[in-house]
């Protein structure tokens, strides 16, 4: 209790009005004294001081709260102003002006915006003041209403201060989480990866070959699964997709090794390259891998299996571009327009796995590059393009 109402008075002492506040008080009404005083249930300690007729009270002094005014106006929120005591015929008997010895008294309460009541902005002298007068009684309710705004101002200052540094502390915990993440389930499956390319590289017979060749495609999948939580949690819980953009990618090597990694999972599957890149493009081309990985491994997924999945790269105009079609049914309308929000799958097929991240994070890569990634399905035909702009 004692420390919520030493910082009450602190933060009374840090409204740098509070000093004028007060003796614009006193020199209105001519009075010798005025303060604002904290006013609790059972204390009222003063917050602020202006004292010229030796009353002997500092910030941080104590009166018994049964002995002021300020406690009857902390029952009924109620300002009190009395011009002369002895001729005031609620107050002439009055306890409080015969303990303290004045005879002019004006008192408004400070409420809080939820109600709360802090305290009193009040004003004492022993000698008779004009005090029962609009511009008087007008100024006192002002500058209980400029107390209560810089109170609150400070409140959310330091609400937001510890917003944010409980968001740093998140952020930091966020890190951890993608970092852990990203060594203790991606080393293990790239072990076992490369155990099963290793073990199909040996003189096996059939049916050992047959379990290395599910262990690697598990692995593959795996693999994916990981990239895309990971970038999923880089961005919804980091700092969004990270690029490493450099001129003069082989994007035609990098997107070529992709196509075969596939090919290697669906040796059943005709898949068809059209590549028209001249030089080098200006891109993340590991981002760029990732978005051909993810749009066809979508396609040979989801398309009609007897029919190839087509892959055209290229470059038209300003632009970089890559289009992935398939034969299959059609994408509906109410489908398509959540395909790019995380966890979407659309109409999932028996035996079909995934998240539905895949799409989601090719629309990040492409917007994090400033450009776009669009869907176009029909009766015949379901067509992914990815879009850049050459820098």
């Known amino acids: 209790m004692l420390e919520n109402i030493q910082a009450d008075i602190d933060a009374v002492g ?34 602020a001081v202006r ?11 104590e009166l018994k709260l049964e002995t002021t005014i300020c406690n009857e106006i902390r029952q009924h929120h109620q300002p ?22 004045f005879q002019s008294y004006i008192s408004y309460p400070i409420i809080l915006k939820d109600g709360r009541f802090f305290g009193t902005l009040c004003a004492i002298d022993p000698q008779p003041a004009q005090l029962i007068n609009t511009q008087i009684m007008g100024m006192f309710k002002l500058f209980a209403e400029l107390i ?14 510890n917003n944010l540094l409980a968001e740093r502390e998140t952020a930091q915990l966020r890190d951890q989480f993608i970092a852990i993440l990203g060594h203790d389930l991606g080393n293990p499956v790239g072990a076992v990866l490369n155990v099963s390319q290793l073990m199909l590289r040996m003189p096996l017979d059939d049916r050992m070959k047959r ?8 692995s593959y999948r795996m693999k994916a699964l990981i990239e895309n939580i990971l970038d999923f949690a880089r961005g919804r819980l980091g700092e969004g997709i990270i690029l490493n953009r450099r001129d003069n ?34 891109c993340d081309g590991k981002r760029v891998s990732q978005v051909l990985s993810n749009l066809l491994g979508n396609a040979l997924t989801h398309g009609a299996k007897e029919a190839p999945v087509d892959v055209v790269v290229g470059c038209e105009g300003a632009d970089f571009t890559i289009t992935v079609a398939n034969a299959g049914k059609q994408i509906s309308q109410s489908v398509q327009e959540k395909l790019f929000q995380p966890f979407s799958r659309g109409e999932v097929e028996p035996g079909q796995q995934g998240l539905g991240l895949g799409l989601f994070i090719a629309s990040e890569i492409a917007r994090a590059h400033g450009g776009t990634l669009a869907v176009n399905s029909g009766q015949a035909e379901t067509t992914f393009s990815f879009k850049i702009p050459l820098l």
């Open 51 to 61: 004292d010229e007729i030796a009353f002997g009270l500092l910030p941080g002094s």
């Open 148 to 161: 209560t705004f810089h109170l609150e101002a400070q409140d959310k200052l330091a609400q937001s201060e």
């Open 211 to 218: 379990l290395a060749v599910i262990l690697q495609n598990s």
């Open 80 to 101: 009190v102003v009395i011009n002369h005591v002895d001729e005031d015929p609620a107050f002439a008997k009055h306890h409080t002006p015969a303990i303290y010895g």
């Open 14 to 47: 840090r409204i740098e009005a509070v000093t004028s506040i007060l003796e614009v008080v006193c020199r209105t009404t001519r009075m010798g004294f005025a303060a604002i005083a904290r006013v609790t249930d059972d204390k009222w300690i003063t917050c």
């Open 249 to 282: 990618e082989p994007v035609e090597e990098m997107l070529n090794q992709v196509i075969a990694e596939l090919a290697l999972l669906w040796p059943d599957r005709v898949i068809n390259t059209q590549f028209n890149v001249n030089d080098g493009v200006n």
